[in-house]
């Protein structure tokens, strides 16, 4: 089984500074991990993931995000905010494998909405 | 260009009324899921499909039902045994191991 934790549902910050959405997850083997930005009355866009190997990841518009086994978690960064980041950001899990037919399942946080202001 | 393509954007349903949400996507998926999102819940998975003429129940399933006829194709519909039908719905679909894609979704209301 797995859950996700996203720390704060709402977080502010001021254009040009250091963007930080927490996310923990809980998986019984090794996970898949993917962070996905929903404008509003928009679907989900994925921003990045973690599937093997490196595990400090680089997604679009400048974020990035980096699995550390150790503490169970995959935070959400950007070095420097602008207007256009604003909107709600979902981490998600899903197990590596068993992988049984063509069905990813994923479970997701609950969001955390990004307000940037000037 | 390939993608998802979710309608209505918006639906009222009266009630004692079914209503049917559409999906379909041009990218050669197998996999397709309905997920509904209320504020403050995140995204909790309704039905999934992995291949045509099969679905399964996912963590909401009651007072809702799907069809898989084409592997383009996943309808949703919401019938008037779902008393709490105001939310947002998506579309996704996947391919092996890869993310999903989401579609625009749809926004239903009681009247």
């Known amino acids: 089984a797995q859950s996700v934790t996203q720390l704060g549902s709402h977080v502010s910050v001021s254009e040009g500074a250091l963007v930080l959405l927490r996310c923990n997850y809980s998986?019984?083997?090794?996970?898949?991990l993917f962070w996905y930005v929903q404008y509003p009355n928009q679907g989900l866009q994925l921003l990045l993931k973690?599937?093997?190997?490196?595990?400090l990841v680089k997604g679009i518009n400048g974020f990035e995000a980096e699995f550390k086994k150790s503490e169970t978690s995959f935070h959400l960064t950007k070095p420097s905010a602008h207007m256009s980041d604003a909107a709600e950001y979902f981490c998600?899990?899903?197990?590596?494998?068993?992988?049984?037919?063509?069905?990813?399942?994923?479970?997701f946080g609950t969001g955390t909405r990004l307000q940037v202001t000037l | 260009d390939g993608g998802i393509t979710q309608s209505p954007k918006y639906l009222f349903r009266k009630e004692g009324q079914n209503v049917t949400l559409s999906c379909e996507q041009n990218?050669?998926?197998?996999?397709m899921y309905w997920y509904r999102q209320d504020p403050g819940q995140g995204l909790r998975l309704i039905y999934y499909s992995q291949i045509v003429n099969d679905f399964q129940k996912g963590d909401i399933a009651e007072g809702y039902s799907v069809s898989r006829e084409k592997k383009e194709s996943f309808p949703l519909t919401v019938t008037s045994a779902q008393k709490n039908p105001t939310a947002f719905y998506l579309c996704?679909?996947?391919?092996?191991?890869?993310?999903?894609?989401f579609g625009d979704g749809t926004r239903l209301s009681i009247l």
């Open positions: 998600a899990v899903r197990p590596s494998r068993p992988y049984t037919g063509t069905a990813s399942k994923l479970t």
């Open positions: 990218l050669n998926h197998d996999a």
């Open positions: 996704a679909s996947s391919i092996r191991d890869q993310p999903q894609h």
């Open positions: 973690y599937t093997t190997g490196a595990t």
């Open positions: 998986s019984s083997v090794p996970p898949y």
